[in-house]
């Protein structure tokens, strides 16, 4: 079947089997592998793209979903303007080590930026909970974000 | 002067560097073993026995190699050519299942298609028969007289067994580790206070996130592989074994690791894909799922019988411990995780006399293997309590308990291995002021601490060279496997700190062990201290030749461009330095370890007895890390460990039925997420420049592990709920609570 939508901004026009998975096709028909395969059943978050500014778990979501919507990958966030402060917050916190997990996390984060649902701890522990991150025991993640979104204690 | 001041001239050590790789995993660029490509990859599937413990009595592979798209389907009897066997501490494992399976998802075929749906189409094809075998399905039932055997013929040790004689299996028990200290029944005789109890640590899992990922390629005889592999020297040693061919014919490559907690130890799914690519004549990339890694590497389940003895003025005195290690059906690093476990079963008091004797026993269950303090956690939460427990009975605080018993730096810890080496009591007394210990409590509210020593940092075999080029750039090559530590960025602030340049004129890149010099594995805590050494004796090597050249001139990060032009002109060169550890005896387990790392932390719990829900309010584990040398990343490493010691106290646990994993999804299998982690969470860090690696640097991270499992636990206890086995659901809590009402010692 055909389908467009915008790829990171750019207008696209494509063909793919109805049942082709959104993650698939990313990693292997446009070769942005910076959405992970992990769980496949919606509980890690590692495949995280953002559809029409909302995260979406790509393991779980079909391509053809994507028809006549805005998709958002972590390559094309990192070329956002937008991108500079998460950068520097995650860096400076050291809230990455492995990096398995932190391009979806950072899709999460930026996409709950613009919607404005990070406005105290509580809600901040229970929006990011669908991105597990085995590595830091989150507490680097929770600095980081708090000061991007002015909730730092 | 102090050893700081002499040795840290240049200011690079000490010091929060951001991690040099953070820009690259942060936009997506990082590669991992998954996003790499090869001209001509085949997808391998692999085929996993349905059943326990069966004889396989036919394999018909027909009509999956009608399948379109498939390139080859590979059985047992396609490695009549060479000895099939592997396993690094016991070599008990086929590549693939030869004449039975031993675990629900063994390995028993393999296929390589030209997409994954093909090579999926093709694994429903093979028909497979089998006869099914009596299942040894747990430690009870592998343990019961007349058990089915797993393993039936002689034990041949693998390649890295480092553990002395290999005995004899003893029904399904394939190795035993005992120590012993003084006449241990004489000291219960005289005993005031004795506790005893029979406590059950259930499995648990990884979940590194990126699951155990292979690409294999077999040309002009010749292995490559890029694999997600902690110890890719070891891989090559297996694989070179097992396909019979000279070490350097063998070439593993490693990307970046998404996470390993000891599940990308040794050797998992490297030969089965490299036998696929070897029949295929094609690369071949196998991906596990989450349910394939499951049943490729997890914690050991463990049971243990201990009983602990102390005197009226609360001296300790003596301690028995038997425990039970469930290695599954093939021993991976069973072996080292029992004599770990055994070594940390005493805990580090001044016992008059202690009997440890652990065994590894085979069950038909997938096999277990490392995970992140092994050992130490399975042990250190029984322990801890029954330390607590005489406590209570005596009358005394916990704290000056420990005071009181712990061993001091040069006691013996166990008997020719090396002395303790770190300030336990000074370590525990941080921990426990950092939650508030002797402060008033709430009620339902329970504090504890832990302490415990790990036995780290394996085998000390590491060597690096570090080149510095004519534009004053350095290069290390290390074998060290970057799998989120951040190792890259502490050995780049070493090679500043010794030569003289800035931490970002430095390039560490990961282990091609074509190029890589020899370094024996990423685990046990051990890269700074060990691979670090290693990293610091080469660039030391390169600054020493750089000042013969400078012969009196300044050494800046600016001027070293014109000091290599003076050596070599203006065509440019290189200075290469070379380092190397090697162990100062034999490097045998019993001499060691390299260093003790410190288990030590504190919790405070909150309880609702209605419902059992234990919820953690506070932890504090103390990184004793003889030299930070990048402070955050220590505090980051140990907060990582510190979740999962939440998580395997709280709700992890892997559920067996019948030998078979009940839970292999991450929707039945819970890891903690950002709602699980405590209100306070502190990392210590301590500083006494006694560890063997650069600067008085020992190794961290997997300390906080154990200590925190423990600490939660015996934080409990003094909540009113001593427990005997894990993880501290709340049903099970519950249960506990109506039992301590039942025989009327629930206190609340």
């Given at each position: ?153 | ?41 085949l997808h391998g599937k692999v085929l996993r026995s349905p059943v326990a413990h069966a004889r396989i009595v036919s394999i018909d592979t027909a009509a999956a190699e009608a399948v379109p798209l498939v390139a080859c389907v590979l059985t047992g009897a396609d490695l009549d050519d060479i000895n099939p066997y592997w396993g690094?501490?016991i070599k008990d494992r086929p590549v693939l299942a030869l004449g039975k399976v031993r675990f629900p998802g063994e390995p028993v075929a393999a296929v390589a298609a030209?997409?994954?749906?093909a090579a999926e189409a093709a694994l429903r094809a093979i028909r497979v028969e089998y006869e099914e075998l009596p299942v040894a399905g747990s430690?009870?039932e592998a343990?019961a007289p007349g058990a089915p055997l797993v393993h039936e013929g002689p034990q041949e ?12 299996r003893?029904g399904n028990?394939c ?67 097992l396909f ?23 050797t998992k799914m490297e030969p089965v894909t490299v036998a696929l690519a070897r029949k295929a004549?094609?690369?071949v990339?196998v991906?596990n799922r989450?349910d394939e890694s499951m049943a490729t590497t ?28 469930d290695t599954g059906a093939y021993a991976d ?28 026993v085979y069950t038909n269950t997938a096999p277990s ?287 067996f039925d019948g030998g078979h994993i009940a839970?292999d ?84």
């Amino acid at each position: 079947m055909e389908i467009s939508f915008t790829l990171n901004g750019a207008s696209r026009r494509t063909t793919i089997a109805p049942n082709r998975l959104l993650l698939d096709f990313l990693r292997e028909d446009e070769g942005l592998t910076g959405a992970k395969r992990s769980c496949e059943v919606q509980v890690c978050g590692a495949c995280t793209v953002l559809l029409d500014s909302l995260p979406v778990s790509s393991c779980c979501t079909l391509a053809a979903d994507a028809d006549g919507r805005h998709l958002l990958t972590i390559e094309g966030l990192a070329e956002l303007p937008e991108f500079a402060r998460l950068e520097e917050a995650f860096t400076s916190h050291a809230a990455v080590q492995c990096g398995f997990c932190t391009p979806a996390l950072l899709l999460t984060v930026h996409s709950l930026l613009a919607a404005g649902g990070l406005h105290d701890e509580a809600e901040l522990r229970r929006n990011l909970a669908g991105n597990i991150c085995r590595c830091t025991g989150y507490k680097s993640i929770l600095e980081a974000v708090s000061e991007l979104a002015g909730t730092f204690a | 002067m102090t050893l700081s001041e002499v040795e840290l001239r240049r200011g690079a050590i000490g010091v929060s560097e951001p991690r040099a790789d953070a820009a690259e995993k942060l936009r997506g660029q990082a590669q991992f073993a998954g996003d790499l490509l090869a001209p001509r990859m085949l997808h391998g599937k692999v085929l996993r026995s349905p059943v326990a413990h069966a004889r396989i009595v036919s394999i018909d592979t027909a009509a999956a190699e009608a399948v379109p798209l498939v390139a080859c389907v590979l059985t047992g009897a396609d490695l009549d050519d060479i000895n099939p066997y592997w396993g690094h501490s016991i070599k008990d494992r086929p590549v693939l299942a030869l004449g039975k399976v031993r675990f629900p998802g063994e390995p028993v075929a393999a296929v390589a298609a030209e997409t994954e749906e093909a090579a999926e189409a093709a694994l429903r094809a093979i028909r497979v028969e089998y006869e099914e075998l009596p299942v040894a399905g747990s430690l009870e039932e592998a343990l019961a007289p007349g058990a089915p055997l797993v393993h039936e013929g002689p034990q041949e040790p693998g390649l890295f067994h480092g553990l002395g004689q290999l005995p004899e299996r003893d029904g399904n028990v394939c190795y035993r580790y005992r120590i012993e200290r003084g006449e241990v029944e004489a000291t219960f005789a005289h005993a005031e206070h004795v506790v005893e109890g029979e406590y059950v640590f259930p499995g648990t899992y990884q979940y590194a996130l990126e699951t155990h990922t292979v690409l294999a390629e077999v040309r002009d005889g010749e292995i490559t592989v890029w694999a997600s592999c902690q110890h890719p020297f070891l891989v090559r040693a297996e694989l070179a074994a097992l396909f019979e061919l000279p070490l350097a014919s063998v070439r593993v490559i490693v990307p970046y690791l998404g996470g390993g907690f000891g599940s990308k130890s040794y050797t998992k799914m490297e030969p089965v894909t490299v036998a696929l690519a070897r029949k295929a004549r094609r690369p071949v990339r196998v991906q596990n799922r989450v349910d394939e890694s499951m049943a490729t590497t997890r914690r050991h389940g463990m049971r243990c019988r201990m009983r602990s003895a102390m005197n009226a003025e609360g001296r300790l005195l003596g301690r028995q411990v038997e425990c039970w290690f469930d290695t599954g059906a093939y021993a991976d690093n069973g072996p080292r995780v029992t004599a770990t476990g055994g070594d940390a079963a005493p805990g580090p008091y001044r016992w008059e006399a202690f009997r440890v004797v652990a065994d590894c026993v085979y069950t038909n269950t997938a096999p277990s293997g490392s995970y992140r303090a092994f050992g130490a956690t399975h042990l250190q939460w029984i322990g801890e309590q029954q330390v607590d427990e005489l406590a209570r009975l005596a009358g005394l605080d916990p704290l000056d308990v420990r005071r009181q018993n712990l061993c001091l730096p040069g006691e013996e810890i166990r008997q020719g291995g090396k002395p303790l080496d770190a300030d336990l009591v000074g370590d525990v007394e941080k921990a426990a002021a950092k939650i508030g210990w002797g402060e008033p409590k709430p009620a339902n509210v329970g504090r504890g601490v832990s302490v415990g020593l790990l036995a780290a940092g394996a085998h000390p075999v590491s060597t690096a060279v570090v080149k510095l080029e004519a534009d004053a750039n350095v290069v290390v090559l290390v074998g060290t496997t970057e799998v989120g530590q951040g190792a890259r960025t502490v050995f780049a602030q070493i090679v500043a700190e010794e030569i003289g340049v800035r931490p970002d004129q430095v390039t560490v890149r990961g282990a091609d062990t074509r190029f890589t010099p020899y370094d024996r594995s990423t685990g046990a805590s051990r890269s700074t201290t060990l691979a670090g050494l290693a990293v610091q004796r080469a660039a030391a090597s390169v600054r020493a030749e750089l000042e013969e050249i400078a012969a009196g001139d300044p050494i800046e990060p600016d001027s070293i461009t014109s000091l290599m032009a003076r050596r070599f002109g203006l065509a440019g060169g290189e200075l290469i330095g070379h380092g190397e550890v090697a162990p100062a005896g034999t490097g045998s387990y019993a001499e060691g370890p390299v260093f003790w790392e410190v288990c030590v932390g504190a919790a405070e719990v909150e309880l609702d007895p209605d419902t059992g829900i234990v919820r953690v309010r506070k932890t504090a584990t103390v990184a004793d890390v003889g030299k930070a040398i990048n402070p955050l990343l220590v505090e980051r490493q140990d907060e990582g460990g510190t979740l999962q010691g939440l998580g395997n106290a709280l709700f992890e646990e892997i559920v067996f039925d019948g030998g078979h994993i009940a839970n292999d999804t991450l929707l039945e299998y819970r890891v903690p997420s950002l709602v699980d982690v405590p209100d306070e969470m502190t990392c210590i860090v301590v500083e006494n420049e006694d560890g063997p690696g650069p600067y008085g640097a020992k190794g961290c991270g997997e300390g906080s592990l154990a200590a925190t499992t423990a600490a939660i636990v015996t934080a409990l206890a003094d909540a009113g709920v001593p427990m005997n086995e894990l993880p501290l659901t709340p049903e099970r809590v519950w249960r506990r609570i109506q039992e301590l009402k039942e025989v009327g010692t629930w206190q609340r």
